[in-house]
DNA sequence: TATCTAATTAGGAATAATTACTAATAATAA
DNA sequence: TTATTATTAGTAATTATTCCTAATTAGATA
């Protein structure tokens, strides 16, 4: 299916590029809102996943809290395509300097780091 | 106030610790229920909560999705008091060998590193 | 061991976040 | 222009999470 470019798509992404305040879906909605008075919150939603599947932003956070009762130094392999969370332990060497590093934003007192990619269950 | 070790959190917890799926708040409650059928999902998502937080397990994931026009190469510190997302752009040498890499589980397309602390505003 | 008290719970209501649906609209190819 | 079909607005539905309240119970104390 061809891409279309449209006002809305336009103006959500203009909104995005020229704003460095990581909002949400709602508060993309509400600001492009003051541009096209009748945006539906549907369109966002609809536009702001398919730039991020197209590489033109990015997506922080989100999709469903998952738990893990091992709190072992790792990370987490998420499958774009089923979901999966698969455990990574590999180490990273600089990553033991994250902890406790006192940024100027503020002190760094945890990460995670998440991989995506599709799974070799999934690829087959 | 002092922490009551409760049957259903003992349990809540025994299940996490023995089980490597990284289930969600639902799939736990469904799994502890066949042990505890009377337990409440707010029971489950109030421990998963405290647990979080004293360091007993991980989350991964959750929160609201939020979007960030800007692609270049960063990454991003999440307060834990404001949940205001901010970049950080400190390069991660070790990181340049993430992207493409080509582990057991999955070809590496992407990842993304949070950090997590309180901000320097919230500190005051 | 009985009693007290505050943390915790079950159950359900309420809210927040996201997705699905449908008829109308509009971008682009012919 | 016209035809085709992706996209949209508006709203309903669904999913995820939090809030509320009376009842229960863990653990401290008598």
């Given at each position: 299916m061809l891409e279309r470019i449209t006002n809305q798509k336009q103006i959500i992404l203009n909104y995005l590029e020229k704003n460095k305040s990581h909002p949400s879906a709602e508060e993309v909605f509400l600001n492009v809102k003051k541009i096209l008075p009748r945006i539906s919150l549907a369109t966002v939603y609809r536009n702001l996943e398919q730039f991020a599947q197209t590489g033109k932003i990015l997506?922080?956070?989100?999709?469903?809290?998952?738990?893990?009762?091992?709190?072992?130094?790792?990370?987490?392999?998420?499958?774009?395509?089923?979901?999966?969370?698969?455990?990574?332990?590999?180490?990273?060497?600089?990553?033991?300097?994250?902890?406790n590093h006192n940024h100027k934003i503020g002190k760094i007192e945890n990460?995670?780091?998440?991989?995506?990619?599709?799974?070799?269950k999934c690829k087959k």
């Open positions: 997506e922080i956070n989100g999709a469903t809290k998952r738990f893990d009762g091992d709190i072992s130094d790792h990370q987490h392999f998420i499958c774009n395509s089923c979901g999966t969370v698969y455990d990574i332990f590999c180490k990273f060497p600089s990553a033991k300097n994250f902890k990460y995670q780091i998440l991989f995506y990619g599709t799974c070799k």
